[in-house]
């Protein structure tokens, strides 16, 4: 049970402490808080009137208003029924939308609905062209993030009713993008420049929609923080759909063939692209729509799978040392440099998404000193992988591929080093964990600069090749 916070200090300090038990309750809407203390604040008034002094009167409210456990288990199951209201009836018979919406919660379906749409439709019009999602497998690679991000901006962007100046400048930069996709004289379809290109691109467009998320405080660090769960949400969302976007193309398979007809074309033509990129604005809807009700799935996840993570790297480190072999130069290829970046880069956003569900102004924990071996697990592998690849250059000399993969490999090597020692220093109390979280935010940069680098120069200096 959760009980009324110990009494120390004046009634500010008392009400702070409260509302901080409300926020670990999991399930309230900052409006709902702000709300709530507004409540407790007329009782506090209305006590001290009748003669109580403002510790007793704080002490007697906390009481008057309820359980805090109990209260959050009641306003969940409330947004929890206003959810399956809002998803059949509307935004408007369910109740406001989301803070900080500028666009009326009648017109975010139609908003959603039409940018949707638009991208569903922008990924078919190459084939107006001739460009064969099948045949020009690289051109759509190279595009993929374009025929959604620009529309997810559109729609994250309207909504915050963006200026002139800041919307142009988003335009401004998908439509480099777009050149670095399309223009640059790529040598065939196999050109390593071409592939570093269509990796990195979604990155640096990930952080224009970002901009877009963040409207006018695309500039504060502190607001980065909310990109970063709206990040991992709009990811669970979006494989949700996909997965339900598979059972009905099972289905539609089932009743296609059943009557001799080949579903091939629907599926594989329409179906599966148009989804896909139309899935990235739906899934950005309902994390707008829907965030005070499910937002703390993302964060259960990152409990269950940072000790999951962090005993695999282990293993791996111990059956590396107790072997004698390390990581060889010989084995690092493409496909397996790719795949560590890949396994660094889950680490890095394990990380970012369990210190965006945090308080800050908890004490050290269990999580923490995961979070810290996380961390330290990370850096030594990617020291490992550091190593295999400037063993490879010294003997085959620089290439496209080595150089994305020393550049990617350092940027996280530095990322990780810093989490590392910050959440040390945390762990030991010679730091709050505000400073951890502003050093994640603040390198976020880092990343979109190395990926624009990797983009957009990396091609033309090793000759597009």
Known sequence: MTTAPEIDGDIETQIA?????????????????????THLRDQIDALTEVGLDPTEAFL?????????????????????????KQLVLGADTAGAGAPGIGVP??????????????AAAAIKVPALFGAD????????????SLFAFPFLALYLGWQRRLSTAIAGSLAGLFALGAVAANVYPFRGDSSNTQIITALHLPIV???????????????RRSRWMDMVRFTGELALYWVLIGLGGGVLMAFSALMFNAIGLDPETLIGGWLLPCGAVGAVVVAAWLVEAKQDIIENLAPVLTRLFTPLFVLVMV???????????????????????IGFDLLLVVVVGLQLYAASARDPS??????????????VAALAIDVLVLSAVASRIGEFGWSPNKVAALGENLVLAVSLAGTAWLSLRFWLRRCPYATVERWQTGYLPVYALWA???????????DYR
């Open 105 to 118: 919660p009648s017109r975010q379906i139609v908003l959603m609905v039409t940018c949707a749409l638009a």
């Open 362 to 375: 908890a004490p050290p924990g269990l999580f923490d000193l995961l979070q810290l071996a996380l961390a």
């Open 315 to 337: 293993a791996f480190l111990v059956s590396t040392a107790a072997t004698g072999t390390g990581i060889g130069a010989d084995a690092i290829e493409r496909d397996v440099l």
């Open 17 to 37: 402490h409260w509302r901080r038990e409300l926020n670990r309750a999991g399930c309230l809407e900052p409006a709902t808080v702000d709300e709530l203390e």
């Open 452 to 462: 624009l680098v990797a983009a957009v120069a990396l091609p033309p200096i090793f």
């Open 205 to 219: 467009l990930w952080f224009v929609v970002a901009v877009a998320y963040l409207g006018a405080d695309w500039a």
């Open 133 to 144: 999602l099948e045949d020009d497998g690289p051109f759509y690679a190279r595009n993929l």
């Open 60 to 84: 007697v409210g906390v009481k008057r208003i309820g359980n805090l456990d109990a209260l959050a288990r009641e306003l969940a199951h409330e947004r929890y029924q206003r959810l399956w």
